[in-house]
């Protein structure tokens, strides 16, 4: 039997696929307006697409036409295919994952790899991304294989002022957005905040946690800097006046209407805008969770407006996985009689989790054996409606 070198083999590939793309023009009953037989094919049998609408039909097209405009042989393009699903492998990438890309961005079979791909995934792997974390990157945001990167990338560094920092922005930020760093809005952005006396080293923690806050266009983002101070009534040397930016992304409406949901349980406007000044996540939170948390403190547990509004942190805790757990279980311990006094969930709901279980749980192993699955079950129970 002959044997072929690795690179004589991989020479061969093309020329099966383009064998198969012709037998596929032999039985196919389809039109060519109606279904390019080279691209079904590779997408079907090389890289594992479903025989039936591999894509959508915009971006078919789309990419049929880019095809077109080129004027590229089916052999080469067969052969840039292989050419471009090899470098992803070579990165880490597995079929599965090469397809989510594909089936995101088709065009990206046109890629050359040497001179386009390779230059973008070496400038993430020198700001510290490899292996699965790459991948992730890559399947988070497949539009950066399609764009210029340093000049976004050095417009972050001048802001967060080290790759590592680079690194976990990238991590938050969704491509379309993340391009506008480029186009003269980050940086007008962070001179805004200096005007407004924020310190670097604040602007910098911010942008690590909502970097897409200072993507916005600089006159939308003057115009949410005096939103935050007069309409929120943040001033702007309140340690809060930065999260106040990220309320201030919201429409007009989506913050209106959870106000008024704040008002129909009883909350003044004051109560609104004190919650509002020592926590503006608390109005990030879906419509549906904020009646679910109203519903849970001021219902179940009798909260009050104004202290709600005072004690802010109650509002921003999870209610699955931190609220309603710690209740069912200080509730189940004290119908058991276990608890000498009563507890209060106030103060109860700031302690971390090593101090809760310490407090709650260990000291009641002997008397409850199964106490950590008692208390891992009380998640799955919904709050009183």
Not at 74 to 89: E, L, M, R
Not at 144 to 173: E, W
Not at 258 to 280: A, E
Request: proline share 6%; net charge positive; hydrophobic share 40%.
């Amino acid at each position: 039997m002959l044997k072929f070198g690795r690179k004589f083999s991989h020479q061969l590939q093309p020329l099966y696929i383009i064998h198969g793309c012709r037998r596929h023009l032999l039985y196919s009953t389809s039109s060519a307006s109606e279904s390019h037989p080279s691209l079904q094919i590779l997408l079907v049998d090389y890289l594992g697409f479903p025989c039936k609408k591999p894509l959508s039909p915009t971006k078919l097209s789309r990419f049929l036409e880019e095809q077109e405009a080129k004027k590229v042989s089916d052999f080469d393009f067969a052969k840039n295919v292989v050419s471009v699903v090899d470098f992803f492998k070579q990165i880490g990438f597995e079929q599965p994952q090469i397809k989510k890309v594909v089936a995101y961005l088709p065009r990206i079979l046109c890629a050359n790899a040497d001179k386009s791909l390779k230059p973008k995934i070496k400038l993430l792997q020198d700001l510290g991304f490899s292996g699965s974390d790459l991948v992730n990157a890559i399947l988070a945001n497949p539009l950066m294989l399609t764009r210029r990167m340093r000049p976004q990338i050095d417009a972050i560094r001048d802001v967060v002022g080290s790759d590592k920092n680079v690194a976990k922005v990238l991590r938050r930020s969704k491509w379309l957005s993340f391009t506008h760093a480029a186009d003269n809005h980050l940086i007008p952005n962070v001179k805004l905040l200096q005007e407004y006396g924020i310190s670097n080293d604040k602007t910098v923690n911010f942008m690590l946690q909502q970097p897409k806050v200072l993507y916005r266009k600089p006159d939308i983002f003057r115009d949410m800097l005096i939103k935050v101070e007069d309409k929120f009534g943040i001033p702007r040397d309140s340690p809060t006046f930065l999260p106040g930016l990220y309320l201030a992304c919201y429409k007009e409406e989506s913050v209106k209407g959870k106000c008024d949901i704040f008002k129909s349980y009883g909350w003044t406007h004051s109560d609104v805008l004190r919650l509002i000044g020592l926590n503006p996540y608390c109005l990030g939170l879906s419509e549906t969770m904020i009646k679910k948390k109203l519903e849970f403190l001021m219902k179940e547990l009798g909260y009050k407006p104004a202290l709600l509004a005072s004690r802010s942190n109650l509002m921003a805790y999870s209610l699955e996985k931190r609220l309603l757990p710690r209740h069912k279980l200080l509730l189940f311990l004290k119908e058991k009689g276990l608890l000498s006094r009563d507890y209060c969930l106030l103060n109860i709901a700031s302690w971390n989790e090593p101090k809760f279980i310490e407090k709650y749980i260990e000291p009641f192993k002997d008397v409850v054996p199964d106490i950590h699955q008692v208390y891992r079950s009380t998640s799955d129970i919904p709050p009183t409606p």
